[in-house]
């Protein structure tokens, strides 16, 4: 049995700078008041001294550094950090991090000027991955996080945890999510044991809608790290879009949509989800058009463009052909949400984007894109729509995979025409 101390990020409540555990002691100081008998300056020296010789030692070996003591796994082995923008680490989603060294989905200094929502939302790290292959025993992650977690409608693990994947025989199988306080900022979990030593393929899934400051990965001393096998698929899946695209509100990273075919097709996907900021402006085109190696596209942003997708998307596809003439296009129309029921308001705008943009692509093709596809999102989730999401928009687990199979079908009968 491998025991490991796990270092405490304990976050305090701000009273008086002192965490919960102190917070009778100060009101009942005042409560009573200064006896006359001692003055103002002597009763500030007690005070001082019960600060400083109780409550300050408390909070800070609460709040302690990672130590080799801390990581010590037996007798003889400890664990050792790793960061994986080094290699033989294998990152994926960051199409911009040799030049940056960040967790962000969109350059720092982009050479065209994007949103300043935009650029706050690409430091949620979506999409992103660590692929990598060892053969340690045990695998942790120490993490810093943006902020804390406090969305209402989606979980921390969702939020802000990593999740990890093990692939045996070709399937990529779940194994944990990291656990820890959804009022941290800083964590350190164990995603990984065994009893053997054995070479084994691992995938960890970033946050999807918090910000990693840093993220180190532990590994038993002197095991083996290798770098990752190449995906089956060998060129890129660039997917733009919503919150939906995004990852709201999922359970847990892996659960995304794009994260779901990433692991079907083994494929490597740049996550474009922008959450209520997915409208089709033409700087996000063209910085698609900077990513390397891109073998397929999927435009799914009609969620926050509305009635204006019908005067953006063509435009937006102009640019990406300026770069991609041949490259699939992948066009997915809004999913049905809960109140767009026959009849409404909001179900005949569902249609009347949809049939824009069925038509949209028939006459791209009519005019000779043979590589451009529509499919229709509100067909996805089927006759029981209103239980595939978490607050009548964003889909829960049961949407999401849905989604994911539908597109998957779509890739594949795409793929076999090329």
Not at 99 to 110: G, H, K, M, Q, T
Request: hydrophobic share 35%.
């Amino acid at each position: 049995m491998i025991n490991i101390s796990k270092t405490k990020y304990t976050q305090h409540k701000l009273v008086f700078g002192f965490g919960n555990q102190f917070c009778c002691y100060i009101p009942t100081i005042f409560a009573f008041g200064i006896p006359k008998t001692i003055s103002l300056s002597v009763y500030i020296f007690f005070l001082i001294f019960f600060i400083s010789t109780i409550v300050y030692p408390k909070i800070a070996s609460n709040n302690k550094a990672v130590s080799k003591e801390d990581t010590k796994i037996s007798d003889n082995d400890i664990i050792v950090w790793h960061d994986p923008r080094e290699e033989p680490f294998g990152l994926v989603g960051f199409e911009w991090i040799e030049e940056d060294s960040v967790y962000r989905r969109l350059p720092v200094n982009p050479n065209w000027e994007i949103i300043e929502a935009v650029d706050r939302l690409s430091n949620k790290t979506a999409g992103g991955q660590v692929r990598f292959r060892t053969d340690s025993k045990v695998i942790f992650i120490k993490v810093v996080l943006e902020k804390k977690s406090s969305m209402s409608r989606m979980s921390a693990s969702g939020q802000s945890a990593f999740d990890l994947y093990i692939t045996e025989n070709g399937i990529k199988r779940y194994l944990k999510t990291a656990g820890f306080s959804s009022d941290s900022v800083r964590y350190t979990s164990r995603l990984f044991s065994s009893d053997e030593t054995k070479l084994r393929d691992f995938t960890l899934n970033f946050p999807l809608y918090n910000g990693v400051k840093s993220l180190y990965i532990g590994l038993e001393q002197d095991s083996k790290i290798d770098k990752p096998l190449l995906f089956s698929n060998v060129n890129k899946f660039v997917i733009y879009g919503t919150s939906i695209t995004q990852g709201g509100y999922v359970s847990r990273p892996g659960m995304a949509y794009s994260n779901i075919i990433s692991r079907k097709l083994d494929a490597q996907f740049v996550n474009l989800g922008f959450a209520g900021n997915g409208r089709g402006e033409p700087e996000l085109a063209h910085l698609i058009n900077e990513i390397s190696d891109v073998g397929f596209i999927i435009l799914d942003y009609e969620a926050n463009a509305n009635h204006t997708i019908q005067k953006n998307i063509n435009p937006f596809i102009d640019i990406l052909r300026e770069k991609h003439s041949t490259t699939p296009i992948l066009i997915m129309s809004k999913t049905r949400y809960t109140a767009a029921q026959e009849g409404s308001e909001m179900y005949k705008t569902l249609m009347s984007n949809r049939d824009f943009q069925k038509k949209m692509v028939e006459e791209r093709k009519a005019k000779g894109d043979d590589n451009i596809y529509f499919i229709d999102g509100s067909e996805i989730y089927g006759n029981d729509y209103f239980e595939c999401t978490v607050d009548g928009k964003h889909p829960n687990d049961l949407g999401a995979y849905k989604i994911a199979d539908a597109l998957i079908k779509a890739i594949l009968t795409i793929v076999d025409k090329e």
